[in-house]
């Protein structure tokens, strides 16, 4: 055996006590939290962008606990919604507070969750065999997107209501049944009381399915554990550490950065991610000028309308999001990491840019120039998934990855050197 | 980050597009426009003297309580003072008859129109919004409303002016239902300060700002406590976080 590099815990039991020992006899908890924390190994080298996880999961914690607050005094009636938000806001005792918090709370776990997903693609995350843990991932998005279009109804503002037609009008573009599918979901003809009472429910439900979706996600990453920068497998025990206390320590020292960042926006810029029309209460007789959904859909409602005809937007916006569940077999490349991928790394970064050009579309009316530089982002978004990432697999020619991640760690060590 | 990148594009992308009519609100210093900034009480208080005197004759100022100005500075009874100069509609008292009262410092500030139709059949087909969330409401909100409450003028010559509307380049569109509401000296100001249209106008949105945000401060004071807080924190789990990752090579 080599000997130990550094401290590792020793091997005692959690449970001494003969209360715990009887619990964990027959409902293992003691052993799991253990062998999820104590003993489950991780690679050595995790950057920063591996803490985007666990915040992301502690950022659903936040909006789940601030919502079920704010929804003891919200009420779901079109005559009151909007009133009861300013109740919230200036009678209930630190309403602003957690309404903030909730607020920007959605933003922020979106930021999280799209640096998640980018860091997934330039290490190669979603590589074998961590295939469904991607996928698992896509529906929690999926899941959050629906989740945070209805929360945003709800305050029933301007920018509630309109935006609540426009997009539950999208799916009358479905050929023969698209007009009574629209009237179901809306329960009734237009947006109106049935629709802000079922969005209220389902915004309360979804964030539990979420939850659900995250366990899964967890088994899924608990079965290989997490990749790594240099995107090589754990082959030694020296590539590894214990998850505890050596990530606790850094994904907590990483949450209060997080959490700084947070508060500067809720205490000292909290309307920043919001539209200041969403503060007038919702008129279904007086159509905003400029109707843009939140900033978190800009890119795919960008993607909605660079089509020319409205079920062709409609299957595009879906594609887009669907494309994301076949990407792991629509990159080639055997090689997870960018970093030897010398064809791959400039195209992501294309890549990353053509995402904010599609959010920047996303605010523009379409039309003139903007409707060209959105149709031709659209047609690169397609293009980067299902021609640019398997003709690269097929055409690069990969660096020499490193044999191990100890390897990766001394050629980091030597190049920060110089 | 978002806002940032799209306001560098705008910056550089051709002005083809722009709304040529309306023009962007003018840049006012406020004394709550800074991170730690608070509101000016003496202008506050001026600000609810002209909202009393000139907008409230429309305006309704439905989300705010007459308690609620103690912030200003208004002790209880200057409170049930002010309060008491309002008729508020109650009732029905036991013999089923809704009855007129003074308002307590209990009740919201009561709509100046018993409706929208009649507000609207009062002020020729437009309806006076909200004062509450103004503020908040309007993109840049308070220079946004300074601009707009002193920057009536005379139409272009290539403007025709729609029947009852007046010019104001900072309204979207540039025609506006309401006239101009401020001339000078229009209010006597208790403390003596004249009376400009400039002077009421600064006045007026230092007050409904506070009523769009009137945890503004408390929010404020909180936010610096947490960040200092937050900074010792994150500073001590660093020594955490180097100390347990210190033989990891």
């Known amino acids: ?418 | 980050m978002i806002r940032l990148f799209i306001i560098f594009i705008l910056i550089i992308s051709p002005p083809c597009l722009a709304d040529a009519t309306t023009r962007p609100p003018e840049q006012t210093h406020w004394s709550f426009a800074t991170p730690l900034g608070t509101f000016d009480r003496s202008a506050m208080q001026r600000g609810f003297q002209v909202y009393k005197e000139v907008c409230s004759a429309c305006h309704e100022l439905s989300h705010i309580r007459f308690r609620e100005l103690s912030a200003l500075g208004f002790n209880d009874k200057e409170i049930k003072a002010i309060a008491a100069d309002y008729s508020i509609k109650d009732g029905p008292n036991d013999e089923g008859e809704m009855f007129d009262r003074p308002a307590l410092p209990g009740d919201s500030f009561p709509n100046p129109f018993p409706n929208e139709q009649a507000a609207r059949a009062s002020n020729g087909g437009a309806f006076p919004v909200d004062l509450s969330l103004i503020i908040k409401g309007r993109e840049d909100g308070a220079n946004y409303v300074h601009s707009l409450l002193t920057g009536y003028g005379s139409a272009p010559t290539d403007i025709t002016l729609f029947e009852g509307k007046s010019y104001n380049p900072y309204f979207e569109g540039g025609q506006i239902s309401m006239p101009p509401p401020l001339v000078d000296g229009q209010v006597t100001y208790v403390d003596g300060t004249p009376a400009t249209v400039d002077q009421m106008s600064k006045d007026v949105v230092t007050f409904l700002s506070w009523a769009s945000a009137p945890e503004l401060e408390a929010r404020r004071q909180m936010g610096l406590k947490v960040i200092l807080y937050l900074i010792v924190f994150s500073m001590l789990m660093y020594f955490v976080y180097r100390s347990v990752w210190r033989n990891v090579k």
């Open chain 1, 1 to 418: 055996m080599t000997k130990k590099k550094h401290p590792q815990r020793p091997s005692r039991p959690l449970y001494d006590n003969p209360v715990s020992k009887w619990i964990d006899k027959r409902l293992p908890v003691f052993t799991f939290i253990r062998h999820s924390l104590d003993e489950y190994p991780t690679p050595k080298n995790l950057n920063w962008l591996w803490n985007g996880g666990s915040l992301a999961g502690i950022t659903l914690l936040i909006m789940i606990i601030s919502g079920i607050t704010l929804g003891m005094h919200y009420n779901p009636d079109p005559a009151d919604a909007f009133n009861s938000i300013e109740r919230i806001m200036r009678d209930v005792n630190y309403g602003w507070l957690i309404r903030y918090i909730h607020v920007n709370g959605a933003s922020f776990f979106f930021i999280l969750v799209y640096l998640h997903m980018f860091r997934s693609m330039y290490y190669g995350s979603y590589k074998a065999p961590r295939e469904l843990l991607w996928i698992v991932g896509v529906l929690i998005l999926l899941l959050m997107m629906a989740t945070a279009f209805m929360g945003y109804v709800l305050p029933w503002g301007q920018m509630s209501f309109w935006g609540a037609k426009v997009i539950t009008n999208l799916f009358s573009a479905i050929p023969v049944f698209g007009d009574s599918i629209v009237q179901w979901l809306l329960g009734g003809p237009n947006v109106d009381a049935p629709t802000l009472h079922r969005f209220f429910v389902l915004h309360y439900l979804l964030p539990f399915l979420i939850v659900a979706f995250v366990a899964i996600h967890l088994i899924c990453l608990h079965q290989f554990g997490s990749n790594n920068p240099s995107g090589v497998e754990v082959k030694k025990s020296e590539d590894q550490i214990p998850f505890h206390p050596y990530y606790t320590v850094k994904d907590l020292y990483g949450l209060t950065i997080y959490l700084l960042v947070f508060a500067g926006f809720v205490f000292f810029a909290p309307n920043f991610f919001m539209e200041a029309v969403n503060y007038n209460p919702a008129n279904p007789l007086v159509t905003p000028p400029h109707i843009a959904p939140e900033w978190y859909f800009l890119p795919f409602y960008a993607i909605l309308r660079s089509f020319p005809d409205k079920l062709g937007g409609v299957i595009g916006m879906f594609s887009a999001v669907s494309v994301l569940f076949f990407l792991p077999w629509l990159d080639r490349s055997k090689i997870k990491s960018a970093a030897y991928r010398p064809m791959f790394r400039p195209l992501f970064w294309v890549f990353i840019l053509n995402c904010l050009i599609l959010g920047w579309i996303g605010q523009k009316p379409p039309q003139g120039w903007y409707l060209i530089i959105g149709r031709l982002a659209t047609l690169y978004y397609f293009a980067h998934f299902l021609i640019i990432l398997p003709v690269v697999g097929w055409l690069e020619r990969p660096l020499t990855v490193p044999s191990s991640i100890s390897e990766y760690c001394k050629r980091e060590h030597n190049r920060r050197k110089k």
